[in-house]
């Protein structure tokens, strides 16, 4: 079943094990869901109740309100998947600090399989390591955030154009290893877990379920009820949540099925800074409440595409291979290649945060020029509260902290000007993952590394040598504006008076 996608740690089954535990971190969804897949059907061969805890940590670097708001939107989405099922589905909100130390390793010792979600950065990265070192029995880690299977990750990428060149050559295979898109439908012969036991095992810890009717405050669109369950929560508040952008399995198929409907226009107003002309799927792709298989399925699907319609003479191009429109093509290149450089990367480079993997000729260049005289310098703390000489850059970091995002083509000046008005390229790179890391509700991903990345060279090549950016592509201010109408993008969003700071992030 699906192996490529299976990493274990090589031990044996419980032999007294009484349930499978799927520990969900990372594909929060039931739709597409390897790992949910995978539990059903082992639960289904040993003839055992199958248990699905979703937990959410409380004190982690960048936890936050505009975190937890997000991930409970999908708790509850969850809650009513697998209501009505005979698998045993809890969420999980930690109330204070350490309060769920030893709830993983409790239901681990007492099941017969443990399977959690692999992701290759952050907090899932260590979950993953610790289910397969902690575990005295057979713990799997299922790869389902991700195209191209984890195993199938045998070497470097350097650009996109190599890695789509192999995508290409090699799509049939990985569409081979697609999931079972509804892996809930199929539930014949499954034993009934029980509430009784899940709080019987949450009885050992310090920790209990989450209620129902808590899980479900936390969620709600009413700011009053809200904050009065999030009172119970020792959260750092000073990144709050976006009211409007709620999480779950639910309103990712919402976005989809809407961007679908206008996803030919995407390559002409993908540039366009008006909202709407994109998918705003980040969010729901980073927390797994939506997997890049039911994008990618459902973008194919509208268009009845199949293999013969593919042209190999556009092998290794961002467009004209799939025989798809340009703004089918435009948005499959992002979804997959720019999506799957990241993934790919950061499997294979645990130490993805560090300055010192960027490319050598990108550190080199960059190291020529760190004494070069900077047009500005800015603190962290200037930058994270926007105020900067340059309105422009402050409505990006505005649309940050109010919007938890920068539209993609003001992402890459944002983070561009960060390495020009930093005193290093070294601190530039910090200031860019963190406040990136912090404020934005997609970050934390391996696209937070590529694309923090990219800014400093990653994926790309050289280019012609100037002040500061040494080699490294260079954007100007000026000639963006001549490119893109940005009044009325400044005018949105130069009206915050948001403060705050906090420490720096190190891996
Ligand atoms: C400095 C910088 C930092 C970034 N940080 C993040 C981040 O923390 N998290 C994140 O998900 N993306 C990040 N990106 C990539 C990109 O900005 C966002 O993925 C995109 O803007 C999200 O909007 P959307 O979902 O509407 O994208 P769409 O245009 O609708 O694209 C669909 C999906 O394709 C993928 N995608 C699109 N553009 C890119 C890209 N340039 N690189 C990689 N994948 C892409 C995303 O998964 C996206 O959701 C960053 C880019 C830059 C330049």
């Given at each position: 079943m699906f192996e490529n996608r299976l990493i274990t740690n090589g031990k044996m089954p419980n032999t007294d094990g009484e349930y499978i535990l799927?520990?969900?971190?990372?594909?929060?969804?039931?739709?597409?869901?390897?790992?949910?897949?995978?539990?059903?059907?082992?639960?289904?061969?040993?003839?055992?109740?199958?248990?699905?805890?979703?937990?959410?940590?409380?004190?982690?670097?960048?936890?936050?309100?505009?975190?937890?708001?997000?991930?409970?939107?999908?708790?509850?989405?969850?809650?009513?998947?697998?209501?009505?099922?005979?698998?045993?589905?809890?969420?999980?909100?930690?109330?204070?600090?350490?309060?769920?130390?030893?709830?993983?390793?409790?239901?681990?010792?007492?099941?017969?399989?443990?399977?959690?979600?692999?992701?290759?950065?952050?907090?899932?990265?260590?979950?993953?390591?610790?289910?397969?070192?902690?575990?005295?029995?057979?713990?799997?880690?299922?790869?389902?955030?991700?195209?191209?299977?984890?195993?199938?990750?045998?070497?470097?990428?350097?650009?996109?154009?190599?890695?789509?060149?192999?995508?290409?050559?090699?799509?049939?295979?990985?569409?081979?290893?697609?999931?079972?898109?509804?892996?809930?439908?199929?539930?014949?012969?499954?034993?009934?877990?029980?509430?009784?036991?899940?709080?019987?095992?949450?009885?050992?810890?310090?920790?209990?379920?989450?209620?129902?009717?808590?899980?479900?405050?936390?969620?709600?669109?009413?700011?009053?009820?809200?904050?009065?369950?999030?009172?119970?929560?020792?959260?750092?508040?000073?990144?709050?949540?976006?009211?409007?952008?709620?999480?779950?399995?639910?309103?990712?198929?919402?976005?989809?099925?809407?961007?679908?409907?206008?996803?030919?226009?995407?390559?002409?107003?993908?540039?366009?800074?008006?909202?709407?002309?994109?998918?705003?799927?980040?969010?729901?792709?980073?927390?797994?409440?939506?997997?890049?298989?039911?994008?990618?399925?459902?973008?194919?699907?509208?268009?009845?595409?199949?293999?013969?319609?593919t042209n190999p003479e556009f092998l290794g191009k961002s467009e004209g291979w799939w025989g798809l429109q340009e703004g089918v093509e435009g948005f499959l290149d992002q979804v997959i290649t720019w999506r799957e450089i990241g993934f790919a990367y950061c499997t294979n480079h645990k130490d993805h945060l560090d300055y010192q993997t960027l490319p050598e000729w990108a550190r080199k260049s960059l190291a020529e020029h760190t004494s070069d005289e900077r047009p500005y310098t800015y603190t962290y703390d200037q930058l994270e509260n926007a105020k900067t000489h340059s309105e422009l850059w402050n409505a990006c970091q505005n649309q940050l902290r109010k919007e938890g995002i920068i539209h993609n083509y003001m992402r890459m000046f944002w983070a561009k000007k960060i390495l020009e008005w930093t005193p290093n390229p070294e601190t530039g790179y910090e200031y860019a993952l963190d406040l990136n890391d912090k404020w934005a509700l997609d970050g934390r991903d391996p696209n937070s590394y590529s694309g923090v990345g990219w800014t400093f060279g990653r994926f790309d090549r050289p280019w012609f040598e100037r002040e500061v950016f040494g080699k490294i592509r260079y954007m100007s201010e000026n000639s963006l504006r001549k490119k893109i109408d940005v009044n009325q993008y400044i005018n949105k969003y130069n009206n915050q008076t948001l403060t705050s700071s906090r420490a720096p992030y190190k891996n």
């Open positions: 799927y520990w969900m971190i990372s594909n929060r969804r039931t739709i597409d869901n390897h790992s949910l897949e995978l539990a059903i059907s082992l639960a289904k061969e040993h003839d055992l109740p199958l248990y699905v805890i979703e937990p959410i940590a409380v004190n982690h670097h960048y936890s936050s309100k505009r975190l937890h708001y997000f991930v409970v939107g999908g708790m509850v989405d969850n809650y009513y998947a697998f209501k009505d099922t005979p698998i045993c589905y809890c969420s999980y909100i930690e109330k204070y600090d350490k309060e769920g130390s030893g709830v993983f390793k409790a239901w681990m010792e007492k099941a017969k399989i443990t399977i959690t979600d692999h992701h290759p950065t952050y907090l899932p990265k260590y979950v993953g390591e610790y289910a397969l070192e902690q575990n005295e029995h057979l713990s799997i880690l299922v790869n389902s955030n991700s195209i191209i299977p984890v195993n199938l990750i045998d070497r470097d990428f350097k650009s996109a154009y190599q890695l789509r060149r192999w995508i290409h050559k090699n799509i049939e295979n990985l569409m081979s290893e697609f999931s079972t898109k509804h892996p809930l439908q199929d539930l014949s012969g499954l034993v009934p877990a029980h509430q009784e036991k899940a709080e019987e095992i949450f009885a050992q810890t310090k920790a209990r379920i989450s209620p129902w009717d808590f899980v479900w405050r936390c969620a709600l669109d009413d700011e009053a009820i809200r904050e009065q369950a999030f009172k119970t929560v020792q959260l750092n508040m000073d990144v709050p949540e976006i009211e409007e952008v709620r999480g779950g399995e639910q309103q990712a198929l919402n976005l989809l099925r809407n961007f679908v409907r206008k996803i030919d226009k995407y390559s002409e107003e993908r540039r366009n800074l008006q909202p709407g002309y994109t998918s705003a799927l980040s969010p729901y792709l980073h927390f797994g409440h939506i997997s890049p298989i039911t994008v990618v399925r459902t973008v194919l699907n509208s268009y009845n595409w199949t293999i013969d319609q």
